[in-house]
């Protein structure tokens, strides 16, 4: 595999090419001009677009196949280098907004979900991706092509600031050393600008990564792939609980730096007659006390022989009315895409049966 251009931060790039205003340039074809080709950077010389040309791949990914939902969300299914292939999904989101006239208009703000690994090596027993195994973590590039080409795939402005939640195929935190430079090259003042804030990292529980990450201190913000609330259960749904238990995940949460105005997300699957009871809810509230918690809960996506359920409707509510009433910030995930194999791992499984 070549090694690509967008692994680099700006400042290592400037070690790499020389004049260094250079990689500023760089940066802004790459960036704010999306650039296809180290050929279109007009203002480079000749022998240096060729040294690129000879070194880097500029996007290491190429589309493989786009399946867009009736509520504007775009899941995109990418082919690496080396043909191993991951997912990433484009989800808008319309918010009202008031402007200076103090007029209320609507605005379109994005999220992207993207995927750090090719499979996964935690294995819950819920989830797609879990199924093919691990492949191998994604390269740092590889992280940051996913968000560039949905830009520039939608035509989002480069000015436009964009949401990241690392929830797509994969376990973040068990590809930290990529995670943690990608998070810094998305933050780039010159390259795509996307505020540590405005980055969330998903995982399953991973205690002694979680600490390691929060003394980095980075500013990121901090989703955790909760499930259950006792050992037993997540145990049998998450094997990874039998290394990091609850406990330790609540601990680890606890220790964790996060802004005054910020709060920790918990995301809760639920499951129809497996964890959507109120005695559940109960224990939740108790597990999450003296934490700035937010509570998503995401109905259980369906695949062809899942061993779980959908939860009905009027089970989700009681679950959420619950926690609110009980002093928990609770939200049900709106079900983006269903109709586009919405979970992770859903629309790669989905092209191997229709190829095979
Ligand atoms: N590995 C990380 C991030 C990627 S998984 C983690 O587990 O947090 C992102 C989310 O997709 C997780 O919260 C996971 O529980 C959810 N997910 C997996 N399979 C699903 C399914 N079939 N239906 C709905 N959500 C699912
Ligand atoms: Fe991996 Fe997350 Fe899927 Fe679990 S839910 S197997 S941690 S990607």
Redo the contacts with the bound molecule.
Sequence with gaps: MKPSILDFTENELTEKVKPAFRAKQIYNWIYHQYADNFDAMKNLPKDLKQQLENDYILNPLKIVRIEESSDGSKKYLFACQDEFTMEAVLLPMKKEVRNENGKITSETKYTI?V???VG?K?G?A?????KEGFKRNLTVGEIIAQVLTLKKENNIAQNRRVNI??????????NMDNLVKAIKVFNEPNGLAIGVRRQT?????LSRQIEKLGKLDLGVLL???L?AVDDELRQTL?PINKAYNIESIINAVKAFPIDQRKRVMF?Y?VMKDLNDDIKSAKKLVKLLHGIKAKVNL??????PN?P?KRPTSHDMEKFKNFLNEHGVLCTIRQSKGLDIS?????LKEKTKYELS
């Design positions: 979900c995927s750090s690994q996964c935690i819950c819920f989830c797609l991706t879990a939640v690392y929830m797509g195929m994969g376990e973040p935190l068990d990292i998903s995982t399953s529980g989703a955790i792939s499930h998450m995301e699957l995401i109905y259980f996506n369906p695949y899942s779980f919405a979970a992770c791992g859903q």
